[in-house]
């Protein structure tokens, strides 16, 4: 079982980019800066492995050796993430093909097949000689296999590939006309009559079959984690006890981390949330994610930036003070770990422009690595936090599968996203600093007084009465529009929509309506609720409710369906279900979700003047409320009764005290 008991802090360290004569310094800074946790090898493939035949890891016992002298732990990479020139040239077949038939070609990263046997020979080969080398060093604290899996490369559609698909399809549905059914082949003579007729989902005339690409990204997610498997395998067998993990990137559509989650010892990920966009609440949405995926066990941050990227059209610095902000954010929302890309900014290649740790000064002079240095000497202080838990009352339905199919093509509007369907009702309980856990729509949601399920679009049986059930024995449903539309083949349910969530939601939609772009309609509430109530501007989309048990909160405005339901709610057993069948401005999501968790029983984290995050961990040495200025300005924060001390500055404060934030300021308070 997975087991930290400290704060882990540190960066990507690539030395094999610099002369050895570097690396006494590397040492130095490490030192002055709290750093604990270095990942190395990441992309040293090359430099491990020069050619086919030859190994060189005289390197990297070196580097290992400083290391643990130095008393920094080392993350070591399988360093599989980049195969090596001498891969592509020697074996071209080891390369993946795009959608058209052309393979990518070396000089960039993450070329590989996923399904090349080629690929995956060379990369267990390799991953056994590291830890069969590494395995008794004292400086192993854990393996970071390969690096962002898919980030560039979800897809392959080679003859390999195409093959396994086929294969994967025949022990998914047994017989042709299974599939035939399930895809719906009837339309446009998709009709298969053998196995090897069905292709991938290459280049097309027009929309792909919905049901064949829904299946393929799923063949993908399983192939990609074929990959991680193999890995993992080899490394526990040589390696037992030693933690492995990969790390995840968010909100990242292509891999399914709820699969992913349970073959990880601990959940690590990459953030780099814009600064241009100002309070990272996607971030903080991600964050909620991580830990979400292994049942609320604390996640480390692997990679963020210092100051700023090098990947978006302008890339903006991170202003004093927002770095440390953004990484106590981190810590707050469960992270026991904050490391950054990179140690030492690079001085050639493709993220030579992408900041880190230690900048191209090369030395402590520079306002970043002062930065770097305060925050990790700070959290030397927050041991006590390690371990502990995030407390949440209300989750939020997330499903990967269904971002795949509501996002498919040949959609009544294109522009229904399900992230931003997320957004925005978790930004809505964000800002009320009501702790959110996300949750599969099969799980056991029976801890929660408030689940929400946005867009929900693709719904099994099983999940259909799981959230019916969850309603029924007392619980708080919200439902947003195009939800319980399509069964896990994207095939309509028959019977009106939301067919499987008619009876928990109390109504029927008779029809849709997809508003243009630019256009809107008005909401008004009907005063069926004390704490809803006012106009507000709608979006997207429009429902046409027929209620049958539900009670309108709201109703349009405008249009044909003037006086229609907008939004309801239907009582339903012991418990109570929402609706909403537009896309609705945030302030009525605000109001609508802070009413709903106050009848719910919910109360914030601590009542905090706006622009101020607060969350709560708990765990075995303590409970920490983590108080977090995002404002812009000062701000004061009435403490409730207690008695606290601050980790950070160690002042002490008593009942009813008040704690002053500066902007960007943090607090984290050990409940006494």
């Given amino acids: 079982m997975y087991r930290q008991r400290q704060m882990y802090y540190g960066g990507d360290y690539n030395p094999d980019q610099w002369p050895e004569s570097v690396w006494a310094d590397d040492m130095r800074l490490m030192r002055m800066a709290g750093v604990n946790m270095a990942s190395i090898a990441i992309f040293s493939w090359a430099k491990l492995q020069p050619t086919e035949t030859t190994y060189d890891f005289e390197w990297l016992d070196r580097l ?183 790390n995840f990137m968010g909100f990242f559509k292509p891999l399914d981390y709820w699969k992913w989650a349970p073959h990880l010892d601990v959940v690590t990920w990459d953030s780099y949330p814009d600064p241009h966009e100002g309070r990272p609440y996607d971030a903080a949405m991600a964050h909620d994610l991580m830990r979400s995926l292994r049942g609320g066990q604390p996640f480390l941050l692997m990679e963020q930036v210092s100051g700023q990227v090098n990947w978006r059209q302008r890339n903006a610095l991170k202003k004093p003070g927002v770095m440390r902000l953004w990484s106590y954010e981190t810590v707050a929302r469960g992270g026991d770990g904050i490391l950054f890309f990179q140690w030492r900014q690079s001085r050639a290649g493709a993220e030579k422009w992408h900041s880190a740790m230690v900048t191209h000064t090369g030395d402590e002079h520079s306002r970043i690595y002062r930065e770097v240095a305060q925050l990790g000497n700070e959290l030397k202080k927050l041991d006590d936090v390690v371990g502990s838990r995030v407390e949440a009352q209300a989750a939020i339905v997330f499903d990967w599968e269904n971002w795949w199919a509501l996002e498919l093509p040949s959609k009544p509007s294109s522009d229904v996203k399900y992230i931003e369907q997320i957004r925005n009702v978790y930004r809505a309980l964000h800002e009320a600093n009501i702790g959110v856990d996300f949750v599969k729509p099969t799980d056991d949601l029976s801890k929660y007084k408030l689940v929400a399920a946005p867009a929900l679009y693709m719904v099994t049986a099983e999940a259909a009465a799981n959230l019916e059930q969850y309603t029924k024995q007392g619980g708080t449903l919200l439902v947003t529009f195009f939800s319980g539309m399509v069964d896990e083949n994207d095939r309509v349910h028959l019977g009106g929509y939301p067919a499987p969530l008619r009876k928990v939601l109390g109504l029927a939609v008779e029809e849709f309506d997809a508003l243009a772009e630019g256009a809107s309609n008005r909401i008004r509430a009907t005063g069926a609720k004390p704490w809803l109530s006012g106009e507000w501007k709608a979006e997207l989309w429009a429902d046409v409710i027929r209620l049958e048990g539900a009670e309108p909160l709201a109703v349009f405005a405008e249009d044909f369906y003037a006086g229609g339901a907008a939004a309801t709610v239907h009582a339903f057993g012991a418990g109570r279900a929402y609706y909403v069948g537009t896309f609705p401005e945030p302030a009525f999501m605000s109001a609508l979700l802070r009413g709903v968790a106050a009848e719910c029983g919910i109360a914030p984290a601590i009542e905090a003047p706006h622009g101020v995050e607060a969350t709560v961990r708990a765990g075995e040495n303590g409970r920490f409320t983590f108080l977090l200025n995002h404002s812009g300005a000062a701000a004061v924060v009435s403490l409730p009764e207690g008695r606290y001390t601050d980790l950070l500055t160690g002042a002490s404060y008593g009942s009813s005290a008040k704690v002053t934030l500066e902007p960007n300021g943090v607090a984290i308070l050990k409940h006494e």
């Fill in 64 to 246: 290992m050796d400083l290391m643990h002298e130095n008393g920094i732990q080392a993350d070591l990479a399988t360093a599989t993430a980049s195969p090596p020139a001498w891969m592509a040239k020697n074996y071209p077949e080891s390369l993946a093909v795009d959608e058209n038939g052309v393979p990518f070609g070396f000089g960039s990263r993450q070329h590989y097949n996923p399904n090349s046997p080629v690929y995956r020979k060379f990369a267990a080969e390799l991953v056994r000689r590291l830890a069969e080398r590494y395995k008794n060093h004292p400086a192993l604290a854990m393996w970071h296999i390969n690096n962002e899996y898919a980030c560039h490369v979800q897809q392959d559609f080679s003859d390999i590939t195409e093959r396994k698909f086929r294969d994967w399809l025949k022990a998914r549905y047994g017989t042709i006309e299974e599939l035939n059914d399930r895809w719906g082949t009837a339309f446009w003579s998709q009709r298969y009559a053998e196995w090897d007729e069905v292709p991938l989902p290459k280049h097309t005339p027009t929309f792909p079959n919905p049901g064949q690409s829904l299946d393929f990204a799923r063949f993908m997610d399983d192939c990609i984690l074929e990959l991680y498997l193999m890995e993992k395998e080899i490394l526990n067998e040589v390696t037992p006890g030693v933690p492995v993990m990969t």
